[in-house]
């Protein structure tokens, strides 16, 4: 039973789903990285805030720059403006593509009634880019998560697992393809210790390399996982380990 522990590198690679978990963060620090300007601006009240009914006031734009990050070719430009709120005047800067206003321009400002210090020039955003790259960064973060979450549970059904050998009972194609291949819904069933049946399903675009080796949850059976699906060598570590 002592031997019975994966080691750090393989818990690395459930937790991060191998290959895949791998790709999930390159593409979070990628994105991340080109994000720096996005997050130097990032205004989340007013993503918060400036919705639904908003009233409308008078500012005046003190001070107009061109950024960096161009859309379409078009740059992004800066506008300093200052608000003249019902409590009192406020500054802030919102964003826009294209040349829009002079120095000293009136502008009108939207704001939010309950909250006048949360505001931005109408048609505009506060942060720059319109938060644009939020949605790829966020998606990435999520794959990342999901990849996370779904590792524990594997690591949880590992901890717990009994050995099994399963049959062959259905393959179905789903409409995945990975790499021009069709991605296969393999389903093997197995018996327990105890003697009762059950069933351990996975996608792979690989079902000819995916065998009925499987480590099942011993207290919930209806919980299992091939040892062939799991990555890098986790299957061959578990088979040896769980074995003794």
Known sequence: MTRRKLPTSNKF??????KWGLIALALFIFQFLISNHFFSTFDPY???YLRGELKTGKGKVVDVFETSLTVNDIPMYGYDYVFYAPDGDYYWTSYKRGDQYDIGDDVKVEYNPDKPYIHRIKGMSNTLGGGMFLLPLFASFVWISYNFISGLKKMKI???GELAKGKLVDKEPTLMQVNDQAVYNVIFSF???EGLTYEASTKTHQSEDVGGRLIYDKDNPDKALLLD???WNTGEVIQERWSE
């Open 13 to 18: 690679a459930l937790l991060i789903n191998g």
């Open 158 to 160: 590992i901890n717990n």
């Open 229 to 231: 699906s799991l990555p």
């Open 191 to 193: 018996e327990t210790k």
């Open 46 to 48: 007013a993503f918060i």
